[in-house]
């Protein structure tokens, strides 16, 4: 099968996506490139480096496709590389399970379970609209929830749908397809109080867990946003609540801290959302010092390289957790659920709704019911890119918010 075509499709219904459409031999496989707030760079990555090395090439030999992407380019490793890795992974195991005539899970040994345990997104600026929201989301079916809360004192809060900062900016009074990132030249800036967090957020789960019992299985995510010692003394403080995870407490680029956050508490801990090949989880799996791996498909070099990760992690019992916001397109989305029907170690899978204008660009075949995901069982990932729809939608700026303490100081999130 040898590749014919290759096409960079970048549209923003809602959101900015970056595309890979790979045709070869009449059948076309697509892969999500999609990059928060440096959107472009992967797409000219792809277009300028990445293109013209394809075509031509064996659209079977997915594995040498990969290995010559990663070890050819010489400056290995890096978000923008690494999602225009997994674009052309995914489009290739996309045609692959096309010329089969399988949905893509039958390619990697099919079903291990049979469906997929999702978590939704619940948060307010105070109890009461947490409250509604955790409630709305049980009425859609979901059987595990995030609970991120505003905190007293703080205008706005990453996280939080209803903050000040989660509108889409001048002219437009949409939000930015469910998420707190705006249209704008220039990110917005948020303020950040770590005490105000410390104090408040054991109470929200206490509140949480009197409202709805101890079964619901609930999480939260602290955004990079703590020093080791400030991390470990919120597992601590959380452990009364059985949280399913605590997600990203501290950067984590220095493994090394997080034995001290596992000295401290049994709160589990899931990392790796902004990391992008095995390398960075090493010494993490080797000392099992997280529980969950956050890594998607699409910045972690494609199927091949999170399946690589999640078998190196089940080897110390440690589980998947894919990250799956609107930032990962329906096909990010829909390659993250046929790797998980089929892996042995799957854990959870994190799933933010895309809108309807999204979900016209990307017509996806993958359900949700009962608060379980199944992918499509339509021959490859089961998702189809409408350009027609596509084209009326056209790329904007968009960042996520920054951190600045009260001193305004640049921090972490």
Do not use: C
């Amino acid at each position: 099968m040898k590749i014919t075509n290759v096409e960079v499709l970048v549209t923003s219904p809602g959101r900015n996506f970056v595309t890979l459409r790979i045709t070869a031999d009449g059948l076309t496989g697509l892969g999500d490139a999609t990059l928060n707030g440096r959107e472009l760079a992967v797409a000219a990555y792809l277009q300028e480096h990445v293109a013209a090395l394809l075509i031509g090439r064996d659209a079977s030999r997915i594995e040498d496709a990969w290995q010559y992407l990663y070890r050819g380019a010489y400056w290995r490793r890096g978000p923008v590389t690494m999602a225009a890795i997994a674009a052309v992974d995914t489009a290739l195991w996309d045609i692959k399970a096309k010329a089969a005539g399988m949905p893509l899970y039958q390619l990697l040994g099919g079903r291990s379970r049979d469906g997929l345990l999702a978590y939704g997104h619940a948060s307010g600026a105070e109890l009461p609209e947490l409250f509604d929201s955790i409630r709305q989301h049980l009425d859609e079916g979901y059987r595990a929830i995030r609970v991120q809360s505003g905190i007293p004192g703080l205008p706005s809060v990453y996280g939080v749908a209803s903050s000040a900062n989660a509108a889409a900016g001048a002219g437009s009074d949409a939000r930015y397809d469910y998420e707190p990132a705006r249209r704008s030249a220039v990110p917005v800036e948020e303020t950040w109080d770590t005490s105000a967090y410390l104090r408040h957020v054991p109470s929200v789960f206490e509140a949480v867990r009197n409202e709805f019992g101890p079964e619901l299985p609930l999480l939260h995510d602290a955004h990079h946003r703590l020093t080791p010692i400030q991390a470990a003394r919120l597992g601590k403080s959380l452990e009364p609540y059985d949280l399913f995870w605590l997600e990203d407490v501290t950067p984590a680029e220095n493994a090394a801290v997080l034995r001290r956050v596992r000295e401290h508490t049994t709160t589990p801990l899931a990392i790796g959302e902004v990391f992008n090949t095995v390398w960075d989880y090493r010494e993490m799996f080797e000392e099992q010092l997280i529980d969950y791996v956050r890594s998607p498909v699409t910045h972690a070099g494609g199927i091949t390289g999170l399946r690589r990760i999640f078998d190196f992690a089940s080897v110390y019992q440690i589980k998947s957790g894919a990250h799956g916001p609107t930032d990962v397109s329906p096909v990010g989305l829909a390659a993250a659920l046929h790797l998980g029907v089929a892996i042995p170690n799957f854990g959870i899978q994190e799933y933010m709704q895309h809108s309807p204008a999204t979900l016209e660009v990307f017509r996806s075949g993958f359900t949700f019911a009962d608060g379980l995901l199944n992918p499509s069982d339509a021959p490859g990932l089961g998702v189809e890119y409408d350009d027609e729809v596509a084209a009326a939608h056209a790329y904007a700026p968009a960042y996520l918010p920054v951190n600045r303490l009260r001193d305004g100081s640049m921090h972490d999130w």
